[in-house]
T-cell receptor, first 111, second 117 residues
Framework: GQSLEQPSEVTAVEGAIVQINCTYQ??????LSWYQQHDGGAPTFLSY????GLEETGRFSSFLSRSDSYGYLLLQELQMKDSASYFC????????????FGQGTELSVKP | DADVTQTPRNRITKTGKRIMLECSQT?????MYWYRQDPGLGLRLIYY???????NKGEISDGYSVSRQAQAKFSLSLESAIPNQTALYFC????????????????FGPGTRLTVL
């Protein structure tokens, strides 16, 4: 089956850098996605990695190592508005386009 | 206007009642999904549909049913609601995956908060 692990909570201060890790187990791995959710609102897509390496989008970057079944989301220059839950999700060939989500990491940004 | 809408946004009902949650989308996507979110448990897939004639069970389909009335509409029903179905329910859509980057990106509706007493 599939499983994902990510920390349940992370706390950081404004202006700092924080890394949220995600390890996964799945067969037929295709890609790793990250979603952000504020206070029970709609999750929104942040990034997607299908190949090893770092993808950068503004203050957010996402990394994937397929050989280690591991990825992370890096948030730089943290702002108070970054306080949210962050979910990693895997897609795999044998899931036919479905996503399997991790349980989420709640990020609290302190002043 | 929102691309993915859900109605109602909030609903309180009693045990044993039949409830329907509705989802509509204007994104033109073929694929639609229903998720349930409970605190600390992430998003769990209830049902999904890859086109109008395709319905598939997700990981937690017991106690739920769905109807795909059109490409743009996907409804979730609780035939006889029970208190442990109290949760936040999300509808999502996605386009056909393409090889290469950004396949499987899903677009979520605002959610329906359901309370079963």
């Amino acid at each position: 089956g599939q499983s994902l692990e990510q920390p349940s909570e992370v706390t950081a201060v404004e202006g700092a850098i924080v890394q949220i890790n995600c390890t996964y187990q799945t067969s037929g791995f295709y890609g790793l996605s990250w979603y952000q959710q504020h206070d029970g609102g709609a999750p929104t897509f942040l990034s997607y990695n299908a190949l090893d390496g770092l993808e950068e989008t503004g203050r957010f970057s996402s990394f994937l190592s397929r050989s280690d079944s591991y990825g992370y989301l890096l948030l730089q220059e943290l702002q108070m508005k970054d306080s949210a839950s962050y979910f990693c999700a895997v897609s795999s060939y044998n899931q036919g386009g479905k996503l399997i989500f991790g349980q989420g990491t709640e990020l609290s940004v302190k002043p | 206007d929102a691309d993915v809408t859900q109605t109602p946004r909030n609903r309180i009902t009693k045990t044993g009642k039949r409830i329907m949650l509705e989802c509509s989308q204007t994104k033109g996507h073929d694929r639609m999904y229903w998720y349930r979110q409970d605190p600390g448990l992430g998003l769990r897939l209830i049902y999904y549909s890859f086109d109008v004639k395709d319905i598939n069970k997700g990981e937690i389909s017991d106690g739920y049913s769905v109807s795909r009335q059109a490409q743009a509409k996907f409804s979730l029903s609780l035939e006889s609601a029970i208190p442990n179905q109290t949760a936040l329910y999300f509808c999502a859509t996605s386009d056909l995956p393409t090889s290469g980057s950004r396949s499987d990106t899903q677009y979520f509706g605002p959610g329906t908060r359901l309370t079963v007493l």
